[in-house]
């Protein structure tokens, strides 16, 4: 069996609270019908967060099915098979379930319940994709607390009909414990152990962490491009489509697996996607910005920059005393040219004394307090007190948490829908 694992597409995000992505987007969907052409996967297997929000706009929905149908006309012999992730609508993604069979394209939103006997008759084959002569999918999608049990169940059941002993691939959308630290997911919410995914899988095809790497190969964390030929079981992440903020500097990519048998061997060869856009920190090196002046030639010289797209952040001297708001200039000077220089706000200051935290402390009424319904303004509003704060990573987090959230929620829901 041949596949192409790749997941957290993350479709519909507007970074900076500005820049949609959507060009970003159909550069990465560009690599990746290139690849499905030249490697002729039996599936292209997605593990979560197709898109950004719970609710995506009905133009990320409508890139969405672009995508997949041009994936469909491309390589028509290639199973397509997609699960929610926790950015995502369980219920929304599948309500075109049916729809989207006819094109041999398998989505799974909506996770089993946890309790066994609370499933029909039947239930494992919501979860199982075979491919003919080639294997089996086991695809569970995002679900919260544990799903041991069921998991197993839908193992043994592909166990039952494997008689041929073709290769077995699971997807799941988890943190799994023995990942590498590097991540801007919030992991300790939910850790789950590997032993929670059951036996009899050759490749866990995971998402939800977006640096590639393989569980449990510590030379894999370090160079994560490195092509890999490991004995079954292997779990891996593929990692995500875009780099979805600044902290994530490693290279991303696809992975194209191969496993001759099940209990056999696993072939991972990572492909690594071109960024369209890159994220920098100015200047790169040496001091930081000290004046107005030097910020706006750092800045005109990254937009004159042939070489350079992308978004980029700036390193400033807490003692500047600025005439002019600094964000307003550097919105001045990339004016016209946001294709090419897109501006991060959150702005990294250095060389904070005692002093200057006194002197650059903000004082807010009762009706400022009042009127903060994002648990961020505030700290927006005193970033400079806090130079080594990320608040890239921390919008990222809060965004998260509210997702996950928002699922449980939504999961509820759905299983009293199902048991009433």
Same mark, same amino acid.
């Given at each position: ?56 706009? $009905? ?24 699960? $929610? ?25 909506? $996770? ?72 801007? =997911? ?122 350079? &797209?992308?978004?980029?952040?700036? &390193? ?48 807010? =009424? ?55």
């Amino acid at each position: 069996m041949r596949i192409i694992h790749t997941a957290d597409w993350h479709i519909g995000q507007i970074i900076y609270q500005y820049y949609d992505r959507e060009e970003e987007h159909q550069h990465f969907f560009r690599q990746l019908s290139q690849w499905c052409k030249n490697e002729q996967p039996d599936a292209l297997v997605v593990s979560g967060d197709i898109f950004d929000t719970a609710l995506p706009s $009905a133009i990320a929905r409508r890139f969405y099915t672009e995508q997949i149908m041009h994936l469909r006309q491309e390589c028509p012999e290639m199973i397509i098979i997609i699960i $929610a992730g926790n950015h995502d609508s369980a219920s929304r993604l599948e309500a075109e379930k049916a729809l989207w069979n006819y094109a041999n394209v398998y989505v799974v939103g909506i $996770a089993p319940s946890s309790d066994i006997h609370l499933l029909a008759d039947g239930w494992q084959e919501n979860y199982i994709v075979e491919l003919p002569n080639k294997g089996y999918v086991v695809a569970m999608p995002f679900y919260n607390g544990s799903r041991k049990e069921v998991i197993q169940k839908l193992l043994d059941y592909v166990a039952e009909r494997n008689t041929t002993q073709l290769p077995v691939v699971e997807l799941a959308h988890q943190w799994v414990q023995g990942m590498t630290t590097w991540g801007t =997911e919030i992991g300790n919410l939910a850790e789950k152990g590997i032993d929670e995914f059951g036996t009899g899988y050759d490749y866990l095809a995971l998402g939800h962490i977006h640096k590639p790497h393989t569980i449990g190969n510590e030379e894999d964390v370090v160079s994560n491009l490195s092509e890999q030929v490991l004995s079954s079981p292997v779990a891996r992440y593929s990692g995500s489509a875009l780099h979805v903020n600044a902290s994530e500097q490693v290279p991303h990519s696809v992975s194209v697996v191969e496993i001759d048998r099940h209990g056999g061997n696993v072939h991972i060869r990572p492909l690594r996607i071109n960024e369209w856009m890159h994220f920098y920190t100015l200047p790169q090196t040496g001091d930081a910005i000290g004046s107005e002046e030097q910020l706006q030639q750092v800045v005109q010289a990254f937009v004159n920059d042939h070489n350079k &797209r992308g978004y980029f952040r700036l &390193r400033v001297k807490n003692s500047i005393q600025w005439k002019n708001d600094p964000d307003k200039l550097v919105e001045q000077i990339i004016e016209g040219h946001e294709d090419k220089a897109r501006f991060n706000p959150q702005t990294i200051y250095e060389g904070i004394e005692t002093e200057q935290k006194q002197s650059t402390e903000i004082t807010f =009424e009762v009706e400022d307090f009042q009127q903060m319904t994002d648990p961020l303004d505030f700290i927006r509003k005193t970033i400079n007190q806090y130079p080594q704060l990320d608040v890239d990573k921390l919008e990222e987090d809060f965004k998260r948490i509210s997702e996950r959230v928002r699922q449980m929620e939504e999961n509820k829901n759905t299983h009293k829908k199902e048991l009433s």
